[in-house]
T-cell receptor, first 118, second 114 residues
Framework: AQTVTQSQPEMSVQEAETVTLSCTYDTSENNYYLFWYKQPPSRQMILVIRQEAYKQQNATENRFSVNFQKAAKSFSLKISDSQLGDTAMYFCAFMKGAGGTSYGKLTFGQGTILTVHP | GAGVSQTPSNKVTEKGKYVELRCDPISGHTALYWYRQSLGQGPEFLIYFQGTGAADDSGLPNDRFFAVRPEGSVSTLKIQRTERGDSAVYLC????????????FGPGTRLLVL
């Protein structure tokens, strides 16, 4: 079974600065996907960024980028130029690739509460 | 276009009662997923549908939980003989065909069992 670990229960950052959220995972799979989701107090889970394990290049989406270290099974999220609207709970998630059992099922970490201060 | 919708947004019930939670996925999405999120925790997988059939129901905690998707669109999660431990936010997500299977979530239903 896969496990996802987020070792930082809470993080804070000043507006306009950069913050990095950590995530490690454990799997014996070679084909998989990794995600970061954001959940504000409204409860709506919003996709932030996605990484395919077979891609060596780190994914980026505007102010959000990842540092994907496949050998170390590490998948950290960097938020640049932090904004007040980035305040939320952030979840790292793992999904097996096509062809495996439980394809499509997301396994989530425990989450990191990020607070952006003005 | 419209996102995933879930009704009701909040549900309060008494221990032992039966509840139904509804999920309306994004139009055209063939895969539909249910997750349960306890306070301060990450969501936990319950069940996933591909079309009308349950492709993986390994996350359902016991036989009090059941889900259907009779026409391959709307899904209903049914909980019989509710217990206080069932209190949680129930999240639904849908995804289109394709290998990446990015899931788009609804706002959830917060269930409180008294």
């Amino acid at each position: 079974a896969q496990t996802v670990t987020q070792s930082q229960p809470e993080m804070s950052v000043q507006e306009a600065e950069t913050v990095t959220l950590s995530c490690t995972y454990d799997t014996s799979e070679n084909n998989y996907y990794l995600f970061w989701y954001k959940q504000p107090p409204s409860r709506q889970m919003i996709l932030v960024i996605r990484q395919e394990a077979y891609k060596q290049q780190n994914a980026t989406e505007n102010r959000f980028s990842v540092n994907f270290q496949k050998a170390a099974k590490s998948f950290s999220l960097k938020i640049s130029d932090s904004q007040l609207g980035d305040t939320a709970m952030y979840f790292c998630a793992f999904m097996k690739g096509a062809g495996g059992t439980s394809y499509g099922k997301l396994t989530f970490g425990q989450g990191t509460i990020l607070t952006v201060h003005p | 276009g419209a996102g995933v919708s879930q009704t009701p947004s909040n549900k309060v019930t008494e221990k032992g009662k039966y509840v139904e939670l509804r999920c309306d996925p994004i139009s055209g999405h063939t895969a539909l997923y249910w997750y349960r999120q306890s306070l301060g925790q990450g969501p936990e997988f319950l069940i996933y549908f591909q079309g009308t059939g349950a492709a993986d129901d390994s996350g359902l905690p016991n036989d009090r939980f059941f889900a259907v998707r009779p026409e391959g669109s709307v899904s209903t999660l049914k909980i019989q003989r509710t217990e206080r431990g069932d209190s949680a936010v129930y999240l639904c997500a849908s995804s289109p065909l394709g290998t990446t299977r990015t899931q788009y979530f609804g706002p959830g239903t917060r269930l409180l069992v008294l």
